[in-house]
């Protein structure tokens, strides 16, 4: 979930399409947890105490999504499931581009 000052906006600088806690104006919907997003592409950066909620959900939906996770150390009980699904369609887990120069 996301508010307009933290939606992430397209190369032209248009907000993406999100989900808010709360009505606001701009949002696609409220609450990203009772909504169908079989369909779509998502880009998910949930506060730590939602990760396993939004894992969960993600798996039961099968969305096409993209989540940034912290690589924690001691590694945390969801992180075996991010990395569990490695290869699969569902999550798969990598490292992210660390040189952003281009």
């Given at each position: 979930m996301?508010?307009?000052?933290?939606?992430?906006?397209?190369?032209?600088?248009?907000?993406?399409?999100?989900?808010?806690?709360?009505?606001?104006?701009?949002?696609?919907?409220v609450?990203?947890?009772?909504?169908?997003?079989?369909?779509?592409?998502?880009?998910?950066?949930?506060?730590y105490?939602l990760?396993p909620a939004?894992?969960?959900?993600?798996?039961?939906?099968?969305?096409?999504?993209t989540?940034?996770?912290?690589?924690?150390?001691?590694?945390?009980?969801?992180?075996?499931?991010?990395?569990?699904?490695?290869?699969q369609?569902?999550?798969?887990?990598?490292?992210?581009k660390?040189?952003?120069?281009?």
């Amino acid at each position: 979930m996301a508010l307009p000052s933290n939606a992430q906006a397209n190369e032209q600088g248009q907000k993406l399409k999100f989900f808010s806690p709360y009505p606001t104006d701009g949002a696609d919907g409220v609450n990203v947890f009772t909504q169908d997003i079989a369909d779509r592409k998502v880009y998910v950066f949930p506060p730590y105490h939602l990760i396993p909620a939004t894992l969960a959900f993600l798996l039961e939906q099968k969305a096409d999504a993209t989540i940034v996770v912290p690589d924690f150390t001691p590694r945390l009980f969801w992180y075996g499931i991010v990395n569990n699904a490695e290869g699969q369609d569902s999550l798969q887990p990598g490292k992210g581009k660390t040189d952003l120069s281009g």
